[in-house]
């Protein structure tokens, strides 16, 4: 019952990890920042706003909220497995390259220079990262020895699986848009990437959507190196998120061609933890 509550609860969860990172992020530039409640107030603003822009593409108007239901639907699978089945890991990989799909979607269809640009540089580096990420996912899962997420109970894969466990760290900041590898978000050239041309609701469920991946993948990362203890993963989710935010107030943007050599050499190295573990399987 408490996993359907938790289920429930998740987007104002997301919302005050949200405002954390935000706050963090100010503090390390030597900034008050805004208060931590701020995302529920900026997404409850614009819901009450009026779109800007008259749009009949259905695309470009509903991108945003099947941007939305797929990251939610991450939280089926992680941290409690309300839905598991053998090679539910496999659907997982899935959603969340859905997920970076709707977001490309939502800038293609804007018709915005700066989306389109935005949405053309997330598919560049979505080459290397997404195939990066299905790998490590089924690297942790050997390891464990198991085929469903909801059998998941291995702790401190961290020290059996160090080159996926790095890997999985970088593919990280490639999927929550943090510098140096940001550059289909770049807020100095090309605004805020897919997302610029939305406003009200649309604007709303996007940043939502944001807020949502975020918070899963703080809530992965933990669960994967250490064990599916919930009374672990919710501080070391509250670690990573701070690591993050250091380096997203820390380092500089890469350019798209840095970017997507730092994403082909993540991708390199989670194939090759992925033959060292097949023989030591085989």
Do not use: W
Request: charged letters at 15%; hydrophobic letters at 55%; glycine letters at 4%.
């Amino acid at each position: 019952m408490y996993e359907i509550i938790f289920f429930l609860l998740i987007p104002f969860i997301a919302m005050l990890y949200e405002g954390l990172h935000r706050k963090i992020n100010a503090r390390l530039q030597n900034r008050i920042g805004p208060p931590i409640i701020q995302p529920f107030y900026d997404i409850k603003k614009l819901f009450q706003k009026k779109k800007l822009k008259s749009q009949n593409d259905p695309f470009f108007k509903y991108s945003p909220i099947f941007y939305f239901i797929s990251n939610y639907s991450l939280f089926l699978f992680i941290p409690f497995s309300l839905i598991a089945f053998n090679f539910d890991f496999v659907v997982l990989a899935y959603i969340t390259i859905l997920s970076s799909s709707f977001y490309v979607l939502a800038g293609l269809s804007s018709d915005n220079p700066f989306g389109i640009v935005g949405s053309m540089r997330e598919m560049i580096l979505m080459v290397a990262y997404e195939i990066a990420f299905v790998i490590v996912v089924f690297n942790f899962m050997m390891r464990a020895g198991v085929l469903s997420l909801g059998n998941f109970n291995s702790t401190f894969l961290l020290l059996s699986t160090p080159i996926s466990s790095a890997t999985l760290a970088a593919i990280l900041v490639v999927e929550l848009h943090i510098t140096p590898l940001d550059t289909s978000e770049a807020a100095a050239e090309i605004m805020s990437g897919s997302g610029t041309e939305y406003s009200g609701k649309g604007l709303a469920f996007f940043e939502l959507a944001t807020y949502l991946k975020r918070l899963f993948f703080v809530f992965l990362m933990p669960m994967l190196l250490f064990g599916r203890d919930i009374i672990m993963i919710l501080p070391l989710s509250l670690l990573f998120l701070s690591i993050y935010s250091f380096t997203q107030a820390t380092t500089p943007r890469y350019r798209v061609d840095q970017a997507f050599k730092v994403c082909f050499l993540i991708m390199i190295l989670a194939l090759i933890d992925f033959i060292i573990i097949m023989r030591g399987i085989i």
